[in-house]
């Protein structure tokens, strides 16, 4: 029972009635409002809208217990999805039964609402939506859209016999029997219908997998194999269905001027070797008309046509029937239709009345028509054809009937050239070898070469139409059981008429009047209508309907199919045939399919066309089997078709046949119908728009991938298959905008698309609160990688702070065997700043965590002037300074480097650095040698590294080293710990000052001693004052760099001239005076004063051997083993890179990536 409260007005001076006496307010008011839209809509204000006026009863809320449809009194929903919720965002849900469900009921519908909906949802046909909407315009007059109610007998199998019988039955079977003789033609209607049979035993368990709206084949196949297969098939399909509306266009024009009015040619041939390019301009001309005419019916009304189909369809009946009634009825009495034939060759009866050389006429032997055609003249006397002086004319039947033994005579194929006379072997012929102009007497001659695989072609196209059923899915009553029982009993009864009329054509006609295609030998009739009854007449005005309406049907889905496809937004350039006229007729598409349509009227060859449609028939056919077999194997759980029938084999069998049919109708013409198909499917792949529709080519991508996933061992792969699989740490502003685009540039190039790419980022937060940020980042980066041409994926993590994100990231990152084993990260050039004193620290311990993680890293300093993708780098070196071995990564980069067009003109050179113990030459040698059984291009260089003694300019970039990193260290001190640590900085630097100078006090005079303590003082004070400074800047986040702040950085020039003086003097000399001068170096620690001279001159060596290099490889040293001297880290990299532009640190993962064996 529903529970519902509805409004009831109360009268004045009536309150609510206590817990005793009765209420007259709670009794049952006989026309209750309402809360909401119905009060407003018979004119009451609702409930917060009412009056302040005392004399205006004041409703309540009554508790009614009305039944319910459903039970929950939730409006009926818009969509039978449960997403769409967008008008339900102002329902209420009042009552307590659901209380528990309260949130979800806000975003989701209740169950019954959805049942509701789903009881009457209507399936429109396609273009219904679009008359019902132009019907909104006529207000009440708007008649209501009737619920589909036809059956499987008129929605499935009338249509689909009407669209598989037609042209080729009339027009072409006697011809493919006397050719290719019976058991070669049972082959090819076996084979052919074996192939529609498949093809609609998939179709139909794709068909009653769900509900297919209208568009039929277009829809099953896309929304089965995705929108490029979709759409690649979907456009194959409408090509053939515009062919199609030319071969049966060039039937009509066919039948018309050759069985029905021959007179109204417009082009007539003097000569018979002019006849063929008379027949073919003539059919130009007439079948451009028709199409024009056609094209008019279908713009001005479709309904007309459809109300026709039911005559065109009892034509093709009729016209069966009188082949069958005319074949039984060869039984007792065989028609009389006589072929002349001249020795045993076939002749064309149209100019001759009787099958006589002479004859009497008043005892006077006078010459007939028949002499005259191979004579140059009518008398006996004159000059004749030499084959038709030596041999006979005589005359035999057409059509001996069914009792005749003439069905072991057309057993057999009966192939020929272009030009082959048309003659029966039994008959006796006196030898004369044959002439070139032989065909060119009135013969029946082959007006085409005939092979097996050329009839196999010309007759295909009389078995498609199955989908006739299908594409009508919208206007049956229970498509789900319909369309499979009508397909496939109309199937049936098409192969049986096919089967019987092979073996009775075979069993009734002589094999020259099968062979000839236009029927000359009986005075032009059809060969097909010789046997019918009771009239020939009955045949071919049957067959001229029966292509009319053929032709205008194939006019009237072709625009629709392709109207469906340009309204799917995946072909771009095919968006504007998805508009139409005001009802929705596809007018643009009806210009399009007309021109099309053309195109084959202009190849004027029925025989020529029907090849063609065959092809884009077999290649929609074949998908529809390859969908089919494919959700088959998958077992997607949505693959839950009600017809059971089905089998992955017999798919397969299917595509196998169709893919084979392809080949043997005409190789190249599959060639070119597979070219065009692929060319559309890579269009849509690139430009098409995305669609997810839930189709089988995702399933399996998803199951290859888990495939290749468990197959790949989680063990490291062999040194032969290592590639950089990058995991790239990508920073993002506080918009979420990439910080470093050209990172990703940098992956490109380095990876050519090729292998995995993971960009990973971090955002501090909780994940509840940074959800909506991180998925913006995740759009910004992904459209980065979209611009940089990056393929690969996004991860964007929420983590409480940056250094355990980027650690859950390089943990996490990947799946399976499908690991990152290199990281790439851009420098942070920031370090120094005090707005961002961790950058620094994350930077260490990401070193860190990736050599603990066996990852490779690279370090790109300056990554914003990296070339882009679109740069195109001219002369120019890759330079690598090898000075550990580890691995192997910077021999191989610089190589995958090259293989993108960006550095492709750059060329490789190695330096290695020699020891003073170390033989430079055979150094070179080796590294030659080594190179040359890598397989790599590159100039070898040994550079000598002598041991000077350290510098004094190593010295002072030593102390102001270890200074800023006790500055460093004190910006994350109180104050008062802050003021301790510079005062013991104060102290020390004093007592080694007393130290260093113990006599100096006593040797000066006092007056000196006064000014040098003075000037020490005012030295300390000047630290004291700038390291506050820093401080103080470090605590109020002043980034900004004022006038009065102190850079404990040397300038560039200062470098320069200290260099140089150092090379000038004596080093010896040089330290112990600058000993004398500042006597806190002895303070320094020796570690770090070593490690800074070996940055100091392999940064002296690098810049003078690679400063204009495109690009700089370098080793890069590991962070010390003690946390204590991170800062010091910082400042030896700095060091070494000083003065080079394109930097790329590597540091290898621990195993060799680069080997010398095949």
């Known amino acids: 029972m529903g529970e519902r409260f509805v409004v009831v007005p109360v009268e004045k001076g009536v309150g609510v009635a206590g817990a005793g006496q009765p209420s007259d307010a709670l009794r049952a008011d006989p026309a209750p409002v309402s809360v909401g839209s119905e009060a407003k809509e018979a004119g009451e204000p609702s409930v917060s809208e009412q009056p302040e006026d005392p004399n205006v009863p004041v409703p309540i809320l009554k508790y009614n217990r009305e039944p319910n449809k459903y039970g929950d009194g939730v409006p009926k929903e818009n969509s039978p999805f449960i997403n769409n919720t967008d008008n339900d965002k102002g329902n209420n849900y009042d009552g307590t039964n659901m209380a528990l469900f309260e949130e979800e009921i806000e975003i989701n519908p209740m169950v019954s609402s959805l049942l509701n909906k789903l009881a009457n949802y209507t399936n429109l046909t396609q273009g219904a939506q679009e008359h019902e909407e132009a019907d909104n315009d006529e207000g009440p007059k708007k008649k209501e859209v009737k619920s589909p109610q036809m059956g499987t007998f008129m929605g499935v199998y009338l249509p689909c016999l009407q669209n598989i019988l037609g042209v080729i039955l009339f027009l072409r079977l006697t011809w493919i029997v006397g050719t290719a003789g019976i058991l070669e033609s049972l082959a090819i209607v076996l084979l052919c219908c074996s192939c529609t049979m498949l093809t609609a035993i998939s179709m139909s368990a794709i068909a009653t997998n769900g509900v297919v709206p209208a568009g039929g084949s277009y829809y099953m196949i896309s929304r089965s194999l995705g929108p490029e297969f979709g759409g690649a098939v979907g456009l194959c399909f409408y090509l053939g269905t515009t062919f199609a509306g030319s071969m049966y266009i060039l039937g009509t024009i066919e039948i018309l001027l050759t069985y029905i009015v021959p007179k109204a040619a417009i082009f007539v041939a003097e000569k018979k070797e002019d006849e063929v390019n008379a027949l073919l301009n003539n059919m130009r001309v007439y079948g451009t008309c028709c199409l024009a005419l056609m094209s008019v019916v279908v713009f001005v009304g479709v309904k007309y046509v459809n109300k026709l189909a039911l005559v065109f369809l009892a034509c093709v009946v009729l016209s069966i029937l009188a082949i069958y009634a005319g074949v039984i009825k060869t039984i007792f009495e065989p028609p009389d239709f006589p072929v002349c034939m001249l020795g045993n060759r076939t002749l064309q009866n149209n100019n001759f009345d009787s099958c006589l050389k002479t004859k009497v006429i008043d005892n006077l032997t006078v010459t007939t028509k028949l002499w005259r055609l191979f004579c140059d003249g009518p008398e006996l006397n004159a000059t004749c054809n030499e084959y038709f002086v030596l041999n006979n004319v005589t005359e035999m039947q057409g059509i001996p009937g069914l009792t005749s033994k003439v069905i072991s005579e057309n057993m057999w194929s009966e192939y020929g050239p272009l030009g082959k006379l048309v003659d029966d072997k039994k008959l006796e012929s006196v030898g004369v070898r044959a002439s070139a102009q032989d065909k060119y007497l009135p013969y029946v001659v082959n007006d085409i070469t005939t092979f097996f695989t050329l009839l196999v072609g010309i007759y295909f196209p009389s078995v498609t139409g199955i989908m006739a059923g299908s594409n009508r899915s919208g206007d049956l ?634 690009l700089v490889l370098l080793n890069m040293p590991g962070p010390p083993r003690n946390r204590g001297g991170d800062e010091n880290y910082m400042e030896f990299l700095e060091v070494l890179l000083e003065g080079l532009n394109r930097v790329l640190l590597v540091r290898g993962g621990g195993r060799e990536v680069i080997t010398i064996y095949s």
């Open 477 to 1110: 009553r229970d498509a789900q059981k319909s369309i499979p029982i009508g397909t496939i009993l109309a199937i049936a009864t098409t192969s049986f008429i096919y089967v019987t009329c092979v073996i009775l054509f075979g069993a009734s006609i002589e094999g020259v009047l099968l062979r000839d295609k236009f029927g000359d030998a009986v005075k032009g009739n059809l060969v097909i209508g010789t046997l019918s009854w009771p009239s020939p007449w009955v045949i071919v005005i049957g067959s001229f309907f029966s292509c009319c309406g053929a032709g205008l049907q194939s006019l009237t889905g072709a625009p629709r199919l392709l109207q469906a496809i340009a309204r799917d937004g995946i072909v771009p350039f095919l968006q504007v045939f998805g508009h139409g006229k005001a009802n929705g007729e596809p007018t643009w598409a009806l210009l399009l399919t007309a021109g099309i349509c053309e195109i084959g009227i202009l190849i004027a060859s029925l025989d020529a066309v029907a090849p063609i449609l065959s092809m884009f028939f077999l290649m929609c056919y074949l998908f529809v089997n390859l969908a089919c077999a494919l959700q088959t194997l998958l077992r997607t759980p949505n693959w839950r078709p009600r017809f059971k029938y089905y089998h992955w084999a017999l798919s397969f069998l299917g595509m196998s046949l169709c893919l084979a049919l392809m080949f043997i109708c005409s190789w190249y013409y599959a060639i070119v119908a597979m070219a065009i198909a692929t060319c559309i499917y890579k269009y849509i792949e690139y430009r098409g728009a995305e669609k997810e529709w839930g189709d089988g080519i995702r399933g399996l991508s998803l199951n290859a991938a888990r495939y290749a996933l468990i197959r790949l061992e989680e063990a490291p792969p062999h040194t032969k298959n290592w590639r950089p699989q990058v995991l790239v740490l990508l920073n993002v502003d506080s918009d979420q905008g990439v910080k470093h685009p050209r990172l990703l540039s940098l992956t490109t190039q380095l990876k050519a698309g090729k292998g995995l790419t993971i960009v990973g980022n971090v955002l501090e937060g909780t994940y509840l609160t940074k959800d909506t940020e991180a998925r913006k980042a995740e759009q910004n980066i992904k459209s980065a990688m979209s611009e940089e041409r990056t393929k690969g994926f996004c991860h964007v993590v929420v983590s409480s702070n940056l250094r355990d994100g980027v650690s859950h990231l390089i943990q996490s990152a990947g799946l399976g065997g499908m690991k990152h084993n290199t990281i790439l990260m851009a420098w942070p050039g920031t370090w120094r700043q005090a707005n961002d004193p961790q950058s620094w620290k994350n930077f260490i311990e990401t070193v860190r965590e990736s050599t603990a993680a066996h990852h490779a890293l690279l370090v790109a300093k300056n990554v914003d002037s990296f070339p882009t993708n679109l740069e195109r780098l001219g002369e120019g070196t890759i330079d690598v300074w090898w000075v550990v071995h580890d691995g192997g990564m910077l021999m191989l980069l610089p190589f995958l480097l090259r293989q993108h067009k960006v550095w492709r003109k750059c060329k490789m050179r190695i330096f290695t650095v020699a020891q003073m113990d170390d033989n430079s030459i055979q150094m070179k040698k080796d590294l030659q040698m080594f190179l040359y059984h890598l397989r790599l291009n590159a100039e070898v260089e040994v550079v000598e590294m002598h041991d000077n003694d350290i510098s004094a300019f190593t010295y002072e970039k030593t102390l102001v080293m270890e200074q800023r990193s006790q500055m460093l260290r004190q910006m994350q001190l109180s104050r008062t710990e802050r003021e301790r640590e510079i005062q013991s900085i104060t102290d020390e630097s004093r007592n080694s000052i007393r130290r260093k100078n113990p006599g100096a006090a006593s040797s000066t005079t006092r007056s000196r001693s006064t000014s040098a303590a003075e000037d020490t003082q005012e030295d300390e004070a000047q630290l004291i004052h700038d390291r506050n400074t820093a401080s103080h800047a470090a605590i109020n986040d002043k980034a900004e760099a004022g006038p009065d702040r102190v850079h404990m950085t040397w300038t560039k020039d200062k470098l320069f001239a200290e260099r140089n003086r150092n090379r000038e003097c004596n080093a010896n000399v040089a330290v112990r005076d600058l000993f004398n001068m500042k006597p806190e170096w002895e303070s320094l620690n020796q570690s770090n004063v070593r490690r800074m001279h070996t940055a100091v001159k392999l940064n002296e060596i690098v810049v003078n051997k690679s400063q204009g290099a495109q």
